[in-house]
């Protein structure tokens, strides 16, 4: 199994972050750590190379923090990953988070960004690992616009069942996050999506299947457990096509 994408570079596993990563190499054969920020593109790059062949770094940027970040501190940060691109298997996360974003310049910020990540991703023949919240549909319709993308995983979907199989269409993947477990919605998706089109992930410290407690990729089992439940296959099936389907995606 591999949780293909989380945050344990988090202030959330400071204190205990050693124990949460050998939890992780128990049960997991990789997990993949998604830079959002600045800071957090070289705190994934620092993990990565401490837990070399375990750990693989993708570097993005967010859309929150491009609607509140400074000018400089993104095109620092834009400048960094282009320095390290040949240490990322992936670039992002990126997209557009329309939740609760009423203003237009925020939104221009985010779409401006996410078409910068969109060309780098072609230039470095990258994949590109997307974030879309209320802004799937939008999220797709640029994506579609570079057709030579390497790769498109739309992260922790949890957009409507149209939308989900026109990304399914194009040949992308969709992850599935241990929302899963406790989500009729997600669910639901899984049923009707197919499996050579699905990744896991638990998008740590968020979205624990367990209540009151913080979530770690060693709890990407309940996702493909639930995944194997939902559409009534073998856990083995779940956990042995998912992975390869990452690894496939990821070059890992």
Known sequence: MIDSHCHVDFKAYNKNRQEVISRAQEKLTAIVNSGASLGGNRRTLQLAAEYEKFIYPTLGFHPDNAARADFSAVKQALAEIESNIDQAIAL????????????????????????????????????????????????????????????????????????????????????????????????????????SHLITETDSPYLSPFKGQRNEPAFVEETVKTIAQVKSIPVEKVASVTENNARDIFGL
Not at 104 to 110: A, F, M, T
Not at 111 to 131: D, S, W
Not at 135 to 155: R, T
């Open 92 to 195: 992002g996360e990126t997209g557009l988070d329309f939740n609760d974003l009423d203003n237009s310049e925020d939104k221009d910020k985010q779409v401006k960004l996410f078409e910068t990540f969109l060309e780098m991703a072609v230039e470095y023949q990258l994949p590109l690992v997307i974030h879309a919240r209320d802004a799937e549909e939008k999220s797709l319709e640029m994506v579609k616009k570079y057709p030579s993308l390497p790769q498109v995983i739309f992260h922790c979907y949890g957009g409507d069942l149209q939308t989900a199989q026109k990304i399914v269409e194009e040949g992308y993947f969709i992850s599935i996050s241990t929302i899963v477990c406790f989500s009729e919605h997600h669910q639901e998706l899984v049923a009707k999506l197919p499996l």
